[in-house]
């Protein structure tokens, strides 16, 4: 098997048996959701690192379908919960369900998607039953309490630089650590090695939070795929926002403080003054030494990692190399 083909040859593997499952039958409108947003073609990105991280160590990747599918079914009942707390309409480009059904569907979908997740970690060697069981619950909590302080932030006129990363490490980074960190453990990778994937995975997964603010400001239209500033707009607190109040003196503080407070606006305009002031105070360039600071500490933890099959390795480097370099 190739390089090229070994994850492409595991995602069609992951991606069969996802889409072959069952999660119940009746009451119709609380099992039709799960199907449906698990059918939204996502990148299946957290179960992939899964096999690859088990692959490192193991060649039978495939024997932990189960457990990787484990981590999907938990990442996607984050989302349909997110969902209906950001009052989103489209999740990958069709509806939400709580917009294809209602709130309470979604609510009790989500519900069921959580419960079953554990499900699939079952087939676990008993031995590392608890082990796995255990973090998977460190890291459930984490992801909430992550969501939580997104939502405090929205009502807090003062983020820290600190705080922010924090936020963004539990609510999107710790699930990444988890599942790169859950392929390790099934396949008896030795406990060191375990935490240095997992801190890895934390890492880059910071990074990635970090790009995806910065492609939400700077990303080339044609390629993003959604309205580039929407977070300018809606005056989200991200890395850039946080930093530019931070350093932000004088006219230049005075005009974001305009910009924030207007409720009426044009779009373009806010979008195009907002960002010359972070054009001004060199906020692109402090957030992009940030990401890269993250990801150059993930990449050291990966490369100290004592791994039996190097393809598997390589695979995870290159995917991760790819995400780092994404456009949209």
């Not at 419960?115 to 590392?128: F, G, M």
């Not at 990801?295 to 480097?317: D, W």
Request: glycine share 6%.
């Amino acid at each position: 098997m190739t390089k090229e083909s070994l994850a492409h040859a595991l995602l069609d593997k992951l991606e069969t048996y996802i889409r072959s499952q069952k999660f119940g039958d009746t009451p119709q409108e609380l099992y039709e959701p799960i199907s449906y947003i698990l059918s939204l073609e996502g990148k299946r990105i957290r179960p992939l690192l899964s096999l690859l991280a088990y692959g490192m160590y193991k060649n039978d990747p495939e024997s932990i379908l189960s457990q990787a599918s484990a981590v999907e079914i938990f990442h996607n009942f984050t989302l349909m919960h997110d969902d209906i707390m950001d009052n989103a309409p489209l999740r990958r480009g069709k509806m939400t369900v709580h917009e294809k059904w209602n709130s309470n569907v979604a609510i009790l979908s989500g519900d069921v998607m959580l419960v079953r997740a554990y499900d699939y970690l079952l087939p676990t060697e008993p031995a590392l039953l608890p082990t796995v069981i255990r973090l998977f619950n460190e890291t459930a909590a984490g992801v909430c309490e992550g969501q939580q302080m997104d939502m405090n932030f929205e009502t807090r006129d003062e983020v820290h630089e600190e705080e922010y990363l924090t936020m963004i490490r539990l609510k999107t980074a710790v699930l990444l650590g988890y599942a790169l960190q859950m392929g390790a453990i099934l396949a008896d990778a030795i406990e060191e090695d375990a935490q240095k994937i997992y801190d890895f995975g934390v890492n880059v997964g910071v990074g990635f939070q970090l790009k995806d603010d910065l492609l939400d400001v700077y990303a080339d239209q044609a390629k993003f795929g959604k309205q580039v500033g929407g977070d300018i707009i809606s005056n989200k607190k991200t890395y850039l926002l946080i930093k530019a109040l931070e350093l932000a003196e004088g006219e230049d503080k005075k005009k974001l403080d305009y910009w924030i407070a207007q409720e009426d606006f044009d779009k373009e305009e806010k979008v195009n003054a907002v960002k010359g002031i972070y054009e001004k105070l060199g906020i692109k360039k402090l957030a992009e030494n940030k990401m890269n600071d993250f990801f150059n500490q993930g990449f050291e933890q990966l490369e100290s990692i004592h791994y039996k099959n190097a393809a598997f390795y390589e695979e995870i480097r290159q995917l991760t190399e790819d995400l780092i370099h994404r456009e949209k």
